[in-house]
């Protein structure tokens, strides 16, 4: 993890995106990310832009999905065991 990534898991929130996608194959459907930002939106966008780029998913034809915000609390473990 560089310092850029600590400063926004330091300054920011973090979320998972979990989304279906009903119209892709039953194995590759579930998708999800974790990101980070000053704001939902940010983080949220980040975790979207992740999933579309995947390959079971990157160039496909999207007309539905559900999508699941949770919001995740305190700070990354890796961060969490450096500090003691």
């Given at each position: ?66 999508i699941r915000i949770t919001k995740l609390a305190g700070r990354p473990q ?7």
């Amino acid at each position: 993890m560089d310092e850029s990534d600590r400063m926004t898991f330091r300054n920011g929130k973090r979320f998972r995106v979990s989304v279906n996608f009903p119209e892709i194959s039953a194995s590759h459907s579930y998708q999800d990310a974790e990101a980070s930002g000053g704001n939902m939106r940010v983080a949220v966008n980040r975790a979207l832009q992740e999933i579309f780029t995947r390959r079971h998913v990157k160039g496909r034809r999207i007309t539905y999905a559900t999508i699941r915000i949770t919001k995740l609390a305190g700070r990354p473990q890796a961060e969490q065991e450096s500090d003691s």
